[in-house]
C-alpha cells in the first residue's frame, strides 16, 4: 500500500506549468513539522516536494500561496533521469490525489469570495468536496 498523508505549510508560492500536451502540472514544497523537539528543544520540519496535475494543478496555484497551511493525501512517487551532461539525478514526490485547507478563512479577505477553509479539491473526481462541521472548523476527514 502506498499512502501518504500530511500536513504542513508551503514554502514558496505554488508554481504552475504546462506539460507539451497542454496538462496543466503544480509543484510545491510542503513544510511538515516534526511530532518531537530535537535534544536542544526546537522542531524540525521535513520539506517535501508534492506535485498535483490538471484540474486539481489549477486549484492549487489559485487558491494557495506562501505560508498556506494545507493537508494532502496522495502516494510516493520516485523518478530518475539523466541531465544534458549525463549526470544521473533522482527525485521522490508525493503525487497528490487531494488537497485541503486547513486554516480558517482570513479576516483580511485575501481569498478569492466563495471559498472557505472546509472547501477542498479531490484528484479522482475534479470536484469539490467538504469537511464536516462549520466554516471555522478544521477538523480534517482523517485522524492525525
Known amino acids: 500500500m502506498n499512502?501518504?498523508?500530511?500536513?504542513?505549510?508551503?514554502?514558496?508560492?505554488?508554481?504552475l506549468r504546462t506539460t507539451a500536451s497542454q496538462i496543466p502540472v503544480c509543484s510545491f514544497t510542503l513544510a511538515v513539522d516534526r511530532r518531537f523537539k530535537n535534544a536542544s528543544g526546537e522542531r524540525q520540519a521535513d520539506f517535501i516536494p508534492v506535485v498535483t496535475w490538471r484540474q486539481q494543478a489549477e486549484f492549487c496555484a489559485k487558491y494557495f500561496r506562501k505560508?498556506?497551511?494545507?493537508a494532502v493525501?496522495?502516494?510516493?512517487?520516485?523518478?530518475?533521469?539523466?541531465?544534458?551532461e549525463g549526470k544521473r539525478h533522482s527525485a521522490t514526490e508525493v503525487i497528490a490525489d487531494e488537497v485541503y485547507f486547513t486554516e480558517s478563512k482570513r479576516s483580511d479577505n485575501s481569498e478569492p469570495s466563495?471559498?472557505?477553509?472546509?472547501q477542498s479539491q479531490s484528484g479522482n473526481a475534479g470536484g469539490e468536496g467538504f469537511f464536516p462541521g462549520s466554516d471555522d472548523d478544521t477538523t480534517l476527514p482523517f485522524d492525525i
Not at 505560508?67 to 494545507?70: A, H, Q
Open 114 to 118: 466563495g471559498q472557505t477553509n472546509t
Open 67 to 70: 505560508g498556506s497551511r494545507m
Open 3 to 15: 499512502k501518504a498523508i500530511l500536513m504542513g505549510r508551503l514554502t514558496r508560492d505554488p508554481e
Open 73 to 84: 493525501v496522495g502516494t510516493i512517487q520516485t523518478r530518475s533521469w539523466d541531465d544534458t
